[in-house]
């Protein structure tokens, strides 16, 4: 397979123009744009450019809204909703993003509930910016059945992504961004294609007995990382990134898909706190940064976050990569 | 051993006395002797009467304020923060409690810090008592370092417990409480007194390699449960329940300890959510227990709680068993 090389304005570009010409209108572009930009240049291929053929599939199809208009209503002083308006969720977080700031700022503690929103993207895209800002931020979201719960063999939870940010001093935040399953659904596909064998406790197949064989997986179902105590967390994320806010369950989300390959119509939260508002305002920093250097005292152990920092060096400099054969895709769907 | 049995009512004053005993006033103890005693209703001995003692020796050596008076105040309109005063956490947590979820009806969401505890209970009852009252919670506290982050060989986390409760219906709440450590440190320390070999995963030796010996893990560290997701979990939990709310990281609450096996000063937070707050008022609760129905379709699976709400029946009929030599070794802390 060749690559190519882009410039990360390049890949804006690539991806702006095949989302206008798919049917959105500029500010849905430019939004949904820069998320893939930010995914490649940190090495995210898998939620780059990777994922944009298949938007165009439901932009196409009409399943996408590309010219949505978020709505932002405060329900409740530490609460705003964000409706989506159907489209992807890029636009909902750009025009929210200052609302919610403000909230944790006012209030210490806030939450952003996103309602009829197309969430296909990492998630640490939706809470680094926040801690870029000084604020402690959480995000879930739910997608549609694929774990099974503790004690299960059939699909039930999402892959439920959980991300977390914390501000550091003189460095970008630390944070993570994770699936409940124990191996993202990705790169099973990709062992599938590349006919790879798993490791053991990744998932069983349709007939509920464990497998190492990939399509076995696909076929029956993803265990949560860390047995109950991961299905504990990928019931929390459903709790909170559904039922909290009146949007679809994972089931649902499944149920109503139309198998189109391209993203799902659901909803997410992020919920943003504020340190310096909880009585420590002049010592947290240095404080934390005490316990990431004793963290990092530690020969093998990384804060969660560098080495996507570190990616994001590389990518600055020297631009990123992508298959000749996707860039080409992706041309020809800009054009037709 | 042989075990005696008593009522629930028995186990209370047995608790009540011992700790007025030893240097309580009468709200610390009876908060700390409620505390025990919905333990051992629920099935947790290792949280409840077992962990008498070492309060007691802390007690009088006057690590721990048995006369402590909590004192509330509000940081942010989301933020309330409850300096414990150097006591044992329960009673700062039923004299804030009103205060907590007052502030998540009116906000939507608002956070409890809780400062200068000594915490050695379950988590669980901190945040089931808020979903009985109709909210979501969300719990988390740190402990001494026991726990290697993910890469790393040497104990850096607490054992830091997450606890969730979701309101139901018309049954118990959903409740999970689980430490971030792939076995309980009391599990372990059992293995080790009955000489039982450990599952693989569970730590290391000193030395920073794998072990199924439980001493060598005790001398060792234990991992986090699920490999690096687990460790994203628990630095989690070190922000929140330390750095946010300028309480001891792990490591600190470590060097801090006096090393007489009971208690450590330190910190916790709960989040509580309104449900009502988040624009389906009217659906919530029938939306859930749809996906709770779908969840309890599947053999093998339980909702988190069920468990120990089935033992809370069994307790509250038939009364618990303690071991003799325990209720012995109570007694005599009781009247020396």
């Given at each position: 397979?060749?690559?190519?090389?882009?410039?990360?304005?390049?890949?804006r570009?690539?991806?702006?123009?095949?989302?206008?010409?798919?049917?959105?209108?500029?500010?849905?572009?430019?939004a949904?744009?820069?998320?893939?930009t930010?995914a490649?240049?940190?090495?995210?291929?898998s939620?780059?450019?990777?994922r944009?053929?298949?938007?165009?599939?439901?932009?196409?199809?009409?399943?996408?809204?590309?010219?949505?208009?978020?709505?932002?209503?405060?329900?409740?002083?530490?609460?705003?909703?964000?409706?989506?308006d159907?489209?992807?969720?890029?636009?909902?977080?750009?025009?929210?993003?200052?609302?919610?700031?403000?909230?944790?700022?006012e209030?210490?503690?806030?939450?952003?509930?996103?309602?009829?929103?197309?969430?296909?993207?990492?998630?640490?895209p939706?809470?680094?910016?926040?801690?870029?800002?000084?604020?402690?931020?959480?995000a879930?979201?739910?997608?549609?059945?694929?774990?099974?719960?503790?004690?299960?063999?059939?699909?039930?939870?999402?892959?439920?992504?959980?991300?977390?940010?914390?501000?550091?001093?003189?460095?970008?935040?630390?944070?993570?961004?994770?699936?409940?399953?124990?191996?993202?659904r990705?790169e099973?596909?990709?062992?599938?294609?590349?006919?790879?064998?798993?490791?053991?406790?990744?998932?069983?197949?349709?007939?509920?007995?464990?497998?190492?064989?990939p399509?076995?997986?696909?076929?029956?179902?993803?265990l949560?990382?860390?047995?109950?105590?991961?299905?504990?967390?990928?019931?929390?994320?459903?709790?909170?990134?559904?039922?909290?806010?009146?949007?679809?369950?994972?089931?649902?989300?499944?149920?109503?898909?139309?198998?189109?390959?391209?993203?799902?119509?659901?909803?997410?939260?992020i919920?943003?706190?504020?340190?310096?508002?909880?009585?420590?305002?002049?010592?947290?920093?240095?404080?934390?940064?005490?316990?990431?250097?004793?963290?990092?005292?530690?020969?093998?152990?990384?804060?969660?976050?560098?080495?996507?920092?570190?990616?994001?060096?590389?990518?600055?400099?020297?631009?990123?990569?992508?298959?000749?054969?996707?860039?080409?895709?992706?041309?020809d769907?800009?054009?037709?």
């Amino acid at each position: 397979m060749t690559d190519i090389n882009l410039t990360l304005k390049e890949v804006r570009r690539l991806a702006f123009d095949c989302l206008l010409a798919n049917g959105c209108d500029q500010a849905n572009a430019e939004a949904a744009a820069d998320n893939i930009t930010m995914a490649e240049r940190d090495g995210y291929q898998s939620h780059g450019l990777f994922r944009l053929p298949a938007f165009v599939v439901s932009l196409r199809n009409g399943k996408v809204n590309g010219k949505a208009v978020p709505k932002i209503d405060t329900l409740a002083p530490g609460v705003i909703r964000i409706n989506g308006d159907k489209g992807i969720v890029a636009l909902a977080h750009q025009r929210s993003r200052k609302a919610l700031i403000n909230r944790a700022r006012e209030q210490g503690i806030a939450i952003a509930a996103l309602t009829d929103i197309f969430h296909m993207a990492a998630l640490w895209p939706d809470v680094e910016p926040l801690a870029e800002q000084g604020l402690c931020a959480i995000a879930m979201t739910s997608s549609r059945s694929f774990v099974a719960p503790a004690g299960g063999v059939r699909p039930l939870f999402g892959t439920n992504p959980l991300a977390f940010a914390w501000p550091r001093k003189d460095a970008p935040p630390v944070v993570f961004d994770q699936a409940v399953s124990v191996m993202a659904r990705g790169e099973v596909q990709i062992a599938a294609r590349d006919d790879h064998a798993l490791p053991a406790g990744v998932g069983l197949d349709a007939g509920g007995n464990p497998t190492t064989d990939p399509q076995a997986v696909l076929d029956g179902v993803m265990l949560p990382f860390g047995g109950y105590k991961g299905s504990s967390i990928a019931l929390m994320v459903e709790m909170l990134a559904a039922g909290l806010i009146g949007q679809p369950f994972s089931p649902e989300i499944s149920a109503a898909s139309n198998n189109d390959g391209g993203p799902e119509l659901g909803g997410q939260v992020i919920i943003a706190l504020d340190p310096d508002r909880f009585g420590d305002k002049e010592g947290w920093r240095d404080h934390c940064e005490s316990f990431f250097e004793e963290m990092l005292s530690q020969d093998g152990v990384r804060l969660p976050g560098q080495r996507r920092h570190a990616q994001r060096e590389t990518a600055l400099a020297n631009g990123i990569e992508i298959p000749e054969t996707l860039h080409k895709e992706i041309l020809d769907l800009s054009s037709a």
